[in-house]
């Protein structure tokens, strides 16, 4: 019989075998994040946190799952991380305003409202601060319909949803190196956003 954590652990495997843990290490070895006060929406179970916290100041991770957390603070170790439990999509989230990079990875096709979640993640910014915002491209080439997600964009949807709430958007694959136009194919889209 396989126990709670045995349970919790393989239901995490597909954030090992997706492009997830790629972006999180391309975000790593960019060093984007180093020397900064950096908060995630959405780390799942903690493992690409791992990737880039060591090389930031702190991390202030948060999951809306109450079992992410458990994982992730039973199993993940680092100094610098705080494991948090929130949802971005409520009015009622909040964390500081003061961090000066978010990584939010995976995570906006399955929240309730959109807006709301945008919001709260530029809320969380300083002045200047920069965001990294990933999202499936429902035109990309190996796209397929998932029924887990609430919403998948095309790029330029994407684009314009994002740059409603950010100064500016530029528009990246998966490496964090190849800027992509509104009509690419590759996917996920990580948009990279300024406040």
Known sequence: MINDFGAALIRRIPYFLSPQMDMYKNLRDTQKLD???VIEIGFGNGHGTLQYAPFTTSVDAYDISLEAVR?????VFQHNISW???DISSSVFRADDNYEALVCFEVLEHVSSIHQALDNLQKCL????IAYI??????GTY?????LHKREWTA???IKEIGSHFTS???FDYTLTELQDSKTKRTPLIAVCTK
């Open 35 to 37: 020397g900064l006060k």
């Open 71 to 75: 994982y992730a603070s039973e199993n």
């Open 84 to 86: 948090r439990t929130g």
């Open 126 to 129: 300083i002045d200047g601060g």
């Open 134 to 139: 990933s999202g499936p491209n429902k035109n």
């Open 143 to 147: 796209a397929k319909s998932n029924e």
């Open 156 to 158: 330029q949807v994407f």
């Open 169 to 171: 958007v530029e528009l």
